[in-house]
């Protein structure tokens, strides 16, 4: 009788959320999947010994797991869930109301009667933590904190007496169940990985791997890829080079396998699926015997297309194609390769969910066996792949989807002629390989790296790691060990593939500023391990999402006297303001230490002014003023100035103008121009002349009213404030794009505005 051997792959990931150099993670991700997820669906197999499944863990997370379980993860969300809520801070209330609530509604807040009440409450105050604060008083939030863990623990954790216990309680929580919950954690996720090796030593699991840090392994190798897998994709305006990169992802995360579970895998799901033919020779090379990508990657290989009826079934010659297993061979390389079917995979991450648990288990088995049927009545073995990411979609099925799982393992074990295998053990009893001797390049979403670049945040992320990689090669010589090993380290970080994931078009969260800030921060850490400054550029977001904060134009000519000790109202009336949004990013590596810019012109000078949120900063900080001068509808700025101020404790600021064309400063503390004044007391002052930047204030021509037409032709100034500590940058304004100024009279400054 001829077998369908159904593969069911789990890919379990989740970005690296440390930072190296601070060791604070700035996001939850790792902890709560941890609870939630990973334990649970190894442990579900022990109720049904023939179900083999094959699990995917990205190096990056077991290192972070392992973190985590060990106690020396500094988690300031956990830190605020454990704190006492008498004891909180503002800040760390609305911290709270902004973060302890992201969970999904339905199946996660709404099964706890109390964290929905509050929930509510939260919502009904616009969902804004300033507002809702007021409406939560310290026993809000100490239940807010309890349930805010409990809902995403493990289903077999809920089972435990004392968490039952607590359930039971549903409110009115003390500070020793809080501690409890706490501490509990860390018992529960050292229970994570011991339950994985149990099972891959028993035979019931198979473990694979992915590239270390997840990084897309085609355009590491090359990000010329992405033009050959889209032909006329806009690319990167700096070639990234770098196959020895993606070698060392993929032989990191082999060796991390080994040491954590003592046995080196044999089977890759690169991340994202992305395979190209020199990340095969890559793989086999280091000893990898199978690699697993999507149908779409199969299908232009082959030159069809795998469309389906209005039932989801493919017609016998394409499934034929699909449901087996392929032996690429091309050189010297050889590489077995299984390819998921996307539409059965997708009915699990996305559909089911919403069907009760059993029939949505009796619709996959029907699916799969249907799927198979063309290969099967011809006496022939069948392979249906189902591979999908093992974590984010429980929050969308009633208790993490556990009676689901229940029922279709339990079908799959009790299925006559099916056989749930391990994609090792597949390959071990397959006899009728399919071959192939070229792969097109791609991904698993669409067959092409679109998602990772093209659109112009993606490509400028890939030039900003393209300078950060070619600065490394360069200082890395003159660095010692250590100074190299965080670097190298902080750079393999940045290759992953997940801070591209919510630049460009396709993908946003509330959490977009959040990756933003993180990959940047890894890339500034490259620069300061090798000790050099990190470019200008990385003070800035990449993304352009958000919410925006105020802005108000200049309408009149300014003429402050620059002293940096009083702000007189009226000297500064009329100037462009750019007001901070605090309510982003608080509490997880965000500082905030400028509340305000205000910046203006009269008809000779540039005036600028930075009020610090509270009183400027006690440790030593350099303050940088960027400041273009741009002509109407020209290609690059006509001149770039810098204004780098150094402060000292004890010592008067030391400072400097200087053109990024010119070798030389313009203008110097020690030897300062009349027509420069700086000033740092209670706030920060300058002004410089415009002659300087080449540019003087204008008149329209006659017969252009002044107005929006004049705004689109006349020059302009562009600037931009940033502090730096530990020549890192820690708070900008703007935090997005710059503060334009426009050069005109002062009559027709007021009509624009007016």
Same mark, same amino acid.
């Given at each position: 009788m001829p077998a369908l051997r159904v593969i069911v792959l789990w890919h379990q990931h989740q970005p690296f959320y440390k930072d190296l150099v601070t060791g604070e993670y700035r996001l939850p991700w790792v902890r709560l999947h941890a609870l939630k997820d990973y334990y649970g669906m190894v442990k579900l197999l022990d109720e049904f010994p023939n179900v083999h499944q094959t699990f995917n863990l990205v190096p990056s997370l077991i290192l972070q797991i392992q973190d985590y379980a060990a106690g020396t993860a500094h988690d300031p969300f956990l830190k605020v869930a454990a704190k006492p809520a008498k004891d909180l801070t503002p800040n760390e209330r609305r911290f709270a109301l902004q973060y302890l609530f992201q969970a999904n509604p339905v199946n996660m807040i709404a099964r706890y009667p109390r964290y929905h009440e509050l929930w509510e409450r939260f919502r009904g105050a616009g969902d804004s933590p300033e507002r809702a604060e007021k409406y939560f008083q310290p026993q809000d939030f100490t239940d807010l904190q309890v349930l805010s863990q409990i809902a995403w623990f493990d289903e077999f954790f809920l089972d435990d007496p004392d968490v039952a216990a607590l359930i039971k309680k549903g409110r009115g929580f003390s500070l020793e169940d809080q501690s409890f919950v706490v501490t509990r954690q860390q018992a529960l996720l050292g229970e994570v990985l011991p339950a994985h090796a149990a099972a891959a030593q028993q035979g019931r699991i198979e473990i694979s791997t992915s590239p270390f840090y997840h990084p897309i392994l085609p355009l590491v190798c090359d990000t010329n890829m992405g033009a050959v897998s889209t032909p006329g994709l806009p690319l990167p305006a700096n070639r990234f080079l770098h196959p020895e990169d993606a070698r060392e992802q993929l032989r990191r995360g082999l060796d991390l396998h080994q040491q954590t579970f003592g046995v080196r895998p044999v089977g890759v799901w690169p991340s994202e699926g992305s395979v190209?033919?020199?990340?095969?020779?890559?793989?086999?090379?280091?000893?990898?015997?199978?690699?697993?990508?999507?149908?779409?990657?199969?299908g232009r290989s082959l030159g069809i297309n795998f469309a389906r009826d209005g039932e989801g079934q493919l017609p016998s010659q394409s499934a034929e194609k699909l449901y087996t297993i392929y032996r690429y061979e091309s050189g010297s390389t050889e590489m077995h390769l299984i390819f998921r079917d996307h539409t059965i995979s997708d009915l699990v991450g996305f559909v089911y969910s919403g069907m009760p648990a059993q029939d949505a288990a009796s619709h996959?088995?029907?699916?799969?066996?249907? /799927? /198979?049927?063309?290969i099967l009545s011809q006496g022939r073995d069948a392979v249906v792949s189902i591979i999908l990411d093992g974590e984010n979609a429980w929050e969308y099925y009633p208790r993490s989807g556990r009676e689901f799982l229940r029922c279709f393992c339990d079908a799959l074990?009790?299925?006559?002629?099916?056989?749930?295998?391990?994609?090792?053990? /597949?390959?071990?009893?397959?006899?009728?390989?399919?071959?192939?001797?070229?792969?097109?390049?791609?991904s698993w979403i669409n067959a092409n790296f679109n998602v990772w670049i093209g659109a112009p945040e993606d490509n400028r992320s890939w030039d900003y790691l393209y300078h950060a990689r070619n600065f490394y090669a360069q200082a890395a010589p003159r660095a010692n060990d250590a100074q190299r090993k965080l670097a190298f380290e902080e750079l393999l970080i940045a290759e992953g593939s997940d801070w591209n994931w919510w630049y460009g078009p396709e993908h946003h969260s509330a959490n977009d500023r959040d990756f933003d800030e993180l990959y940047r921060k890894h890339l500034s850490?490259?620069?300061?391990?090798?000790? /050099?400054?990190?470019?200008?550029?990385?003070?800035q977001p990449i993304s352009g999402g958000g919410i925006r904060p105020e802005f108000t134009p200049q309408t009149h000519y300014i003429h402050p006297h620059i002293t940096g000790e009083v702000v007189r109202y009226f000297e500064w009336m009329g100037a462009a303001v750019y007001t901070a949004d605090h309510r982003a990013g608080a509490m997880h590596g965000k500082q905030f230490l400028v509340d305000s810019v205000h910046a203006g012109i009269d008809e000779s000078n540039l005036y600028g002014r930075l009020d610090f949120a509270g009183k400027p900063p006690e440790m030593d900080f350099d303050l940088v003023v960027n400041v273009e001068s741009w002509a109407a509808e020209a290609q690059r700025p006509r001149r770039t100035l810098r204004l780098d101020v150094q402060v000292e404790a004890g010592a008067p600021p030391s400072w400097k103008v200087s053109s990024v064309d010119e070798e030389n400063p313009l203008a110097t503390s020690e030897g300062s121009s009349e027509e420069v004044r700086i000033a740092l007391l209670r706030n920060f002052e300058f002004k410089l002349p415009l002659a300087w930047l080449l540019a003087t204030p204008v008149t329209p021509p006659v017969g252009n009213a002044a107005g929006k037409a004049t705004a689109l032709t006349t020059t302009l100034l562009r600037l931009r404030f940033s502090l730096w500590q530990n020549r890192l940058p820690v708070d900008a304004l703007p935090l997005e794009g710059w503060i334009e100024l426009r050069l005109l009279s002062e009559p027709d400054l007021m009509a624009l505005a007016f």
């Amino acid at each position: 009788m001829p077998a369908l051997r159904v593969i069911v792959l789990w890919h379990q990931h989740q970005p690296f959320y440390k930072d190296l150099v601070t060791g604070e993670y700035r996001l939850p991700w790792v902890r709560l999947h941890a609870l939630k997820d990973y334990y649970g669906m190894v442990k579900l197999l022990d109720e049904f010994p023939n179900v083999h499944q094959t699990f995917n863990l990205v190096p990056s997370l077991i290192l972070q797991i392992q973190d985590y379980a060990a106690g020396t993860a500094h988690d300031p969300f956990l830190k605020v869930a454990a704190k006492p809520a008498k004891d909180l801070t503002p800040n760390e209330r609305r911290f709270a109301l902004q973060y302890l609530f992201q969970a999904n509604p339905v199946n996660m807040i709404a099964r706890y009667p109390r964290y929905h009440e509050l929930w509510e409450r939260f919502r009904g105050a616009g969902d804004s933590p300033e507002r809702a604060e007021k409406y939560f008083q310290p026993q809000d939030f100490t239940d807010l904190q309890v349930l805010s863990q409990i809902a995403w623990f493990d289903e077999f954790f809920l089972d435990d007496p004392d968490v039952a216990a607590l359930i039971k309680k549903g409110r009115g929580f003390s500070l020793e169940d809080q501690s409890f919950v706490v501490t509990r954690q860390q018992a529960l996720l050292g229970e994570v990985l011991p339950a994985h090796a149990a099972a891959a030593q028993q035979g019931r699991i198979e473990i694979s791997t992915s590239p270390f840090y997840h990084p897309i392994l085609p355009l590491v190798c090359d990000t010329n890829m992405g033009a050959v897998s889209t032909p006329g994709l806009p690319l990167p305006a700096n070639r990234f080079l770098h196959p020895e990169d993606a070698r060392e992802q993929l032989r990191r995360g082999l060796d991390l396998h080994q040491q954590t579970f003592g046995v080196r895998p044999v089977g890759v799901w690169p991340s994202e699926g992305s395979v190209s033919e020199e990340v095969l020779t890559i793989a086999q090379s280091l000893g990898v015997k199978w690699m697993a990508t999507d149908e779409g990657v199969l299908g232009r290989s082959l030159g069809i297309n795998f469309a389906r009826d209005g039932e989801g079934q493919l017609p016998s010659q394409s499934a034929e194609k699909l449901y087996t297993i392929y032996r690429y061979e091309s050189g010297s390389t050889e590489m077995h390769l299984i390819f998921r079917d996307h539409t059965i995979s997708d009915l699990v991450g996305f559909v089911y969910s919403g069907m009760p648990a059993q029939d949505a288990a009796s619709h996959l088995i029907h699916n799969i066996k249907q /799927a /198979a049927q063309p290969i099967l009545s011809q006496g022939r073995d069948a392979v249906v792949s189902i591979i999908l990411d093992g974590e984010n979609a429980w929050e969308y099925y009633p208790r993490s989807g556990r009676e689901f799982l229940r029922c279709f393992c339990d079908a799959l074990q009790r299925e006559s002629g099916v056989e749930a295998v391990t994609v090792s053990e /597949a390959i071990a009893r397959h006899h009728d390989f399919g071959k192939l001797t070229s792969l097109v390049p791609g991904s698993w979403i669409n067959a092409n790296f679109n998602v990772w670049i093209g659109a112009p945040e993606d490509n400028r992320s890939w030039d900003y790691l393209y300078h950060a990689r070619n600065f490394y090669a360069q200082a890395a010589p003159r660095a010692n060990d250590a100074q190299r090993k965080l670097a190298f380290e902080e750079l393999l970080i940045a290759e992953g593939s997940d801070w591209n994931w919510w630049y460009g078009p396709e993908h946003h969260s509330a959490n977009d500023r959040d990756f933003d800030e993180l990959y940047r921060k890894h890339l500034s850490n490259v620069y300061q391990a090798l000790g /050099a400054v990190p470019p200008d550029y990385l003070a800035q977001p990449i993304s352009g999402g958000g919410i925006r904060p105020e802005f108000t134009p200049q309408t009149h000519y300014i003429h402050p006297h620059i002293t940096g000790e009083v702000v007189r109202y009226f000297e500064w009336m009329g100037a462009a303001v750019y007001t901070a949004d605090h309510r982003a990013g608080a509490m997880h590596g965000k500082q905030f230490l400028v509340d305000s810019v205000h910046a203006g012109i009269d008809e000779s000078n540039l005036y600028g002014r930075l009020d610090f949120a509270g009183k400027p900063p006690e440790m030593d900080f350099d303050l940088v003023v960027n400041v273009e001068s741009w002509a109407a509808e020209a290609q690059r700025p006509r001149r770039t100035l810098r204004l780098d101020v150094q402060v000292e404790a004890g010592a008067p600021p030391s400072w400097k103008v200087s053109s990024v064309d010119e070798e030389n400063p313009l203008a110097t503390s020690e030897g300062s121009s009349e027509e420069v004044r700086i000033a740092l007391l209670r706030n920060f002052e300058f002004k410089l002349p415009l002659a300087w930047l080449l540019a003087t204030p204008v008149t329209p021509p006659v017969g252009n009213a002044a107005g929006k037409a004049t705004a689109l032709t006349t020059t302009l100034l562009r600037l931009r404030f940033s502090l730096w500590q530990n020549r890192l940058p820690v708070d900008a304004l703007p935090l997005e794009g710059w503060i334009e100024l426009r050069l005109l009279s002062e009559p027709d400054l007021m009509a624009l505005a007016f």
